[in-house]
C-alpha cells in the first residue's frame, strides 16, 4: 500500500488571473465576443475625446455674457448666468435662504433616518412625517410672519424636489394600502382598489395633468380654486400610487403562505401581521422595483411643463427664448439632463446598498 | 363574556380539545368526514396516515388555520366559530410547528421568538428576552440567539420553530410532521425535544410518520385514511394488533 502524499496547492494558471486573464474571460471569450470589444473600443476612441474637448477642455467657463464664449466649446457661461432661477424658478431671490433652509433640513432628517447607528430614529420618523411638512410648507409657500410667495413664482430644481417628494410620500403609503386592498377577501375593498388601479394604469399621466389642470375646474363651483400645483401634485401622486401597488403586490405574492400562517397561529393580529412579519419581507423583495417606481416618478415630474408649471426642464426651455442667449440649448440640455441623473442615479445606488444591507442569508 | 361562550361542551371532564361530528370540503371535495376526537389534558396523540388523507387539514382546523364547515371544535371549553374573539384566545392557547419551519427570515432568532410575546401578550422586551432564552436553552440553542434563521442548519431551524411556539406558553401543541423536512442526522435532535416536551407533560398532536418516536411517546395513536379517522388505539395495540385492512396495509408499507 502506497502512503497518500497530499496534493500541494498550486498558482492558477497565468492564462486565469490579471489583466489578460480577465480580458480574455469577459472581452474575448468568443469571435462575436471580440468583434463586439473591438466596435465598442473603436467608438469610444472615436467619440469621447470630442465630447471631452465640448465639455470640458474647450469649454468657457468665465465672463458673464455670451461674447466671454469664444473657444467653440461648450458655452457655461450661459448656464452659470441662469443658475438661480434654474434653482428657485421666480421665487424672491431675498427669500432663497427659506428654500435651502427647507431643503437643508429635509437633508439633514432623510440622511439622520438613512445613515446606520444614528439615535433615536422613531422620533426623527415622526417628526418627518408629522411635523416637517408643517414647516416646509411654511417656509416654501409664508405665514407665521414670513411673506406669501404664491406657487406660480415656484419653479427650476426646487419645484421638481417638491413635486417629486411630495408624489413619493404619497405614492408608497397609498400603493401600500392599494396592494393589500386588492389582495384583501373582503369585496368591496378589493373591488374599489382594483377598479382605482386600473384606471390610474389605463390613462397616460399627461392625460392625468390635462384633465386635473382644464377639465376639473370646469366641473367645480366658481369659487372653489384649487391651486394648480396642488391638482397637479394630486395627479402625479395618484398615477403613481396605483403603479406601486402593482409593484408591492407583486412583493407579497411572491411571499410563501407559511409566513401568514405562521403569524395567524402564534396569534397576530391582520395588522400586526401585515407591518411586523409580510410587508418588511414584501417591501425588501421588491426595492428595486419600488426604486424604479420613484425613479420613474422623478423624471415624469417634467411632465407638469404641459400645464405650465415652471419645473427644471421648463424653466431651462424658457431660458433658451432669451434673445441675448439664443443658440445654446445644448448646454442647457445637458445641464438638466445632468441634473436629474445625478438625482436617479443616487435613488439608484441607494437601493443596491439597501438590498445588500438586508440581505439575511440565504431564502429557504 | 358570557357564561354560555366559555361553558365546556362536556363539563365535567377535562378536556384540552373536543371535535364533534366535523366536515371540511375543498369546493366539492369532501377533506374531512364526521370526525370525532377527543384530547384529554396531557394526552399525547399521533396521527398517521397516508398522503392526502387529510391529517394536515385536521390539525390546521383546530387553530382556525382552515375552517371547518360542519360540526363542533371546543378548546378548552371555547368553541372555534366565527367570533374573533375566540379565534385569538384559542390561537393563543395552541403553539403550532410547521414541516417547513415557517420562521420569519427578516427577524433574528430571538426576535421570532420575542415577536408575539411582545405584540399580542404585551410583554416588556426584557421578560420576552429572558422568556425566550430560557425556551432557546431548553432546544440547546442558546448560542445562535442573534443570528438570522437563513444562517441556521434545518434542525436548528426547527428547535427555533419550537422554541417560538412555546415562549407563548401553550397549553397545547400541534405538530405537522416537524421532521420531514430534515435530512436524516437532523431528526433525532428535533425528536429529543419533542421527547423532553412531552414527558413534562404538554398536550401534543403530532402528524408524524416516525414510528419509534410514536412508541415511545405516544398515549393514543390514529390512524386516518380519505379524510376519515378509521382507527385509534394505545401504540402497543396499534402496531402490533391493527384492526382494519386498510391499517394494517398503511403499516406494512413505512415499517
Ligand atoms: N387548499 C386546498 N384546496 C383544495 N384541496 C386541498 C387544499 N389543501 C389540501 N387539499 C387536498 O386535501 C387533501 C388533504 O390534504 P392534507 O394536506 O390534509 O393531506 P395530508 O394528510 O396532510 O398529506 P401529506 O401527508 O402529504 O401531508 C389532499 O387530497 C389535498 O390534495
Ligand atoms: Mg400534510
Known amino acids: 500500500m502506497s502512503v497518500h502524499t497530499p496534493h500541494p496547492d498550486l498558482p492558477p494558471p497565468s492564462t486565469s488571473v490579471g489583466i489578460i486573464g480577465w480580458a480574455r474571460k469577459n472581452l474575448f471569450s468568443s469571435p462575436l465576443n471580440s468583434v463586439l470589444t473591438l466596435g465598442a473600443l473603436y467608438l469610444v476612441v472615436r467619440f469621447l475625446p470630442p465630447v471631452i474637448n465640448w465639455a470640458i477642455l474647450d469649454a468657457n467657463w468665465a465672463g458673464s455674457t455670451r461674447d466671454a464664449c469664444t473657444d467653440g466649446g461648450a458655452c457655461w457661461v450661459f448656464v452659470k448666468v441662469r443658475l438661480t432661477q434654474f434653482m428657485f424658478g421666480f421665487y424672491p431671490a431675498d427669500q432663497y435662504w427659506r428654500v435651502i433652509l427647507a431643503f437643508g433640513l429635509l437633508g439633514v432628517l432623510i440622511a439622520w433616518l438613512l445613515i446606520e447607528k444614528t439615535p433615536k430614529k422613531s422620533w426623527v420618523a415622526a417628526f418627518t412625517i408629522l411635523v416637517y411638512p408643517i414647516i416646509a410648507f411654511v417656509l416654501f409657500y409664508g405665514g407665521l410672519g414670513l411673506p406669501v410667495v404664491e406657487t406660480n413664482k415656484w419653479g427650476g430644481l426646487m419645484l421638481t424636489l417638491i413635486l417629486a417628494t411630495i408624489g413619493m410620500f404619497f405614492a408608497l403609503p397609498f400603493g401600500i394600502i392599494l396592494a393589500l386592498g386588492r389582495r384583501s377577501s373582503m369585496p368591496i375593498p378589493r373591488a374599489l382598489s382594483v377598479v382605482f388601479i386600473e384606471l390610474w394604469r389605463g390613462v397616460p399621466l399627461i392625460t392625468v395633468l390635462f384633465m386635473s389642470s382644464v377639465m376639473l375646474p370646469l366641473f367645480m363651483p366658481e369659487d372653489l380654486r384649487i391651486d394648480k400645483l396642488v391638482r397637479a401634485l394630486v395627479g402625479i401622486s395618484l398615477f403613481q400610487s396605483a403603479y406601486m401597488a402593482e409593484v408591492i403586490r407583486g412583493g407579497l405574492q411572491a411571499l410563501p403562505k407559511g409566513q401568514s400562517e405562521a403569524a395567524d397561529a402564534l396569534g397576530l393580529s391582520y395588522w400586526q401581521a401585515m407591518f411586523l412579519v409580510i410587508l418588511p419581507q414584501a417591501l425588501k423583495t421588491v426595492i428595486p422595483g419600488i426604486v424604479n417606481t420613484f425613479i420613474e416618478l422623478f423624471k415624469d415630474t417634467t411632465l407638469v411643463l404641459i400645464i405650465g408649471l415652471m419645473d427644471l426642464l421648463s424653466i431651462v426651455q424658457s431660458a433658451f427664448a432669451d434673445p441675448k442667449w439664443l443658440g445654446f440649448s445644448v448646454e442647457g440640455y445637458v445641464f438638466a439632463g445632468l441634473v436629474y441623473w445625478i438625482f436617479c442615479f443616487s435613488m439608484s445606488r441607494y437601493s443596491q446598498h439597501l438590498e445588500r444591507k438586508l440581505h439575511t442569508g440565504h431564502k429557504r | ?255
Open chain 2, 1 to 255: 363574556m358570557t357564561q354560555a361562550m366559555t361553558q365546556p361542551a362536556t363539563a365535567g371532564e377535562d378536556l384540552a380539545i373536543e371535535v364533534k361530528g366535523m366536515h371540511k370540503w375543498y369546493g366539492d371535495f369532501h377533506v374531512l368526514k364526521d370526525i370525532n376526537l377527543n384530547v384529554k389534558r396531557r394526552e399525547r396523540i399521533i396521527i398517521c396516515g397516508p398522503s392526502g388523507c387529510g391529517k394536515s387539514t385536521l390539525i390546521r382546523c383546530l387553530n382556525r388555520l382552515e375552517v371547518h364547515q360542519r360540526g363542533e371544535i371546543w378548546i378548552d371549553g371555547i368553541e372555534l366559530n366565527d367570533d374573533l374573539k375566540h379565534i385569538e384566545k384559542i390561537r393563543r392557547d395552541i403553539g403550532m410547528v410547521f414541516q417547513q419551519f415557517n420562521l420569519f427570515p427578516h427577524l433574528t432568532v430571538m426576535e421570532n421568538c420575542c415577536l408575539a410575546p411582545i405584540w399580542v401578550l404585551k410583554k416588556p422586551r426584557r421578560e420576552a428576552e429572558e422568556t425566550a432564552m430560557h425556551y432557546l436553552e431548553r432546544v440547546k440553542i442558546p448560542d445562535q440567539a442573534d443570528k438570522y434563521p437563513g444562517q441556521l442548519s434545518g434542525g436548528q431551524q426547527q428547535r427555533v420553530a419550537i422554541a417560538r411556539s412555546l415562549c407563548m406558553n401553550p397549553n397545547i401543541m400541534l405538530f405537522d410532521e416537524p421532521t420531514s423536512a430534515l435530512d436524516p442526522e437532523m431528526i433525532k435532535e428535533v425528536l429529543d425535544v419533542m421527547v423532553d416536551l412531552a414527558n413534562e407533560g404538554m398536550t401534543m398532536l403530532c402528524v408524524t410518520h416516525e414510528m419509534g418516536f410514536a412508541k415511545t411517546v405516544a398515549d393514543r395513536v390514529i390512524f386516518m385514511d380519505s379524510g376519515e379517522i378509521i382507527e385509534e388505539n394505545d401504540p402497543e395495540s396499534f402496531f402490533s394488533n391493527p384492526q382494519s385492512d386498510r391499517t394494517k396495509l398503511f403499516l406494512s408499507q413505512i415499517l
